[in-house]
Nanobody, 115 residues
Framework: VQLVESGGGLAQPGESLRLSCAAS????????MTWARQAPGKGLEWVSR????????EYVGSVKGRFTISRDNAKNTLYLQMNSLKPDDTALYYC?????????RGQGTQVTVSS
């Protein structure tokens, strides 16, 4: 299993970022996928998850209406569109295979929201 996140960076409050996760080493289209994050000094928190087909999505309350998860099974890629970013969104964001466990995750991409 290999999961490689990209797209993080520094953003000002209100701006947008799009995270990508390139997956390999497993049948990507057969697994639900999750985005999780870890803020400084805090534990891992799931942010959003998506079904195998992409038709079903879920979001943690703090990002609902601002973030959109999607996937392209032909490209083995998971996305997270993040709009209206807030300082509280600052964290290391991980792409996770499946949901319910954070065992199979990438190395993370840092998102920092600051003016």
């Amino acid at each position: 299993v290999q999961l490689v996140e990209s797209g993080g960076g520094l953003a000002q409050p209100g701006e947008s970022l799009r995270l990508s996760c390139a997956a390999s080493g497993f049948a990507f289209s057969s697994y639900a996928m999750t985005w999780a994050r870890q803020a400084p000094g805090k534990g891992l928190e799931w942010v959003s998850r998506i079904s195998t087909s992409g038709r079903t999505t879920e979001y943690v309350g703090s990002v609902k209406g601002r973030f959109t998860i999607s996937r392209d099974n032909a490209k083995n890629t998971l996305y997270l569109q993040m709009n209206s970013l807030k300082p509280d969104d600052t964290a290391l964001y991980y792409c996770v295979k499946g949901w319910g466990s954070y065992t199979n995750r990438g190395q993370g991409t840092q998102v920092t929201v600051s003016s």
